[in-house]
């Protein structure tokens, strides 16, 4: 498994449009080195995402780290073949089990096209990724910002990204439907990039999947 070590081809120029347009955000992106690191391995990407659905980085972060060791190389082969109970004794629920394992035979089915998905806009691209079960959207989204490297994806949903903007900008945690639409219509067209900065806000180790 890789990762392209150059930043996307949009950051800098993201960079420079974002901090015209947002002073504290401006601030935010002069504190913090580095980029969006992008994934090749789509397989690993939505395994790292479905593992991370609903808990917290640090806990999303062990229990990985136990899942690299009981399946040693991350392979839908290797995955289907692992025994449930072997899943299950590293913290992954039954749900969780579930949902890996449907990926992984949609993988070994060939029934999932990533050079298909790579085609489509970001709209179709979710729509789908969610067809799959285990697949949703705020895991179609990190897919689209990690492994397909998509500028303008805003996680609504995502527990970091509403919490590092209500510390930022000093507004009552969560963050009203209203609030999260004039933070994606102001950071427009580069969310993704005012996502990962947010993210770096309130975490120095950036978030990977």
Known sequence: MTAKTKPPHYWHEAKKFLSKKDKKLAKIISQHNGHLVTRNDPFYSLCR???GQQISVK???SIWLKFEK???KIKPIN???LPRSKLASIGL???KILYLRTIAK???DKRLDIKNL???SDEEAIKHLVRIKGIGIWTAQMFLIFNLNRSNIFPFSDIGLIKAISKNYKKEYPLKKDQLDFFKNKWHPYTTVATWYMWRSID???VEY
Do not use: G, H, N, T
């Open 49 to 51: 995402s479905i593992i």
């Open 59 to 61: 806990a999303a972060d």
């Open 70 to 72: 009981v399946i040693k």
């Open 79 to 81: 995955l289907i073949k």
């Open 93 to 95: 629920s039954r749900q």
């Open 106 to 108: 949609e993988f070994f």
């Open 118 to 120: 790579q085609k489509m």
């Open 204 to 206: 120095p180790v950036p």
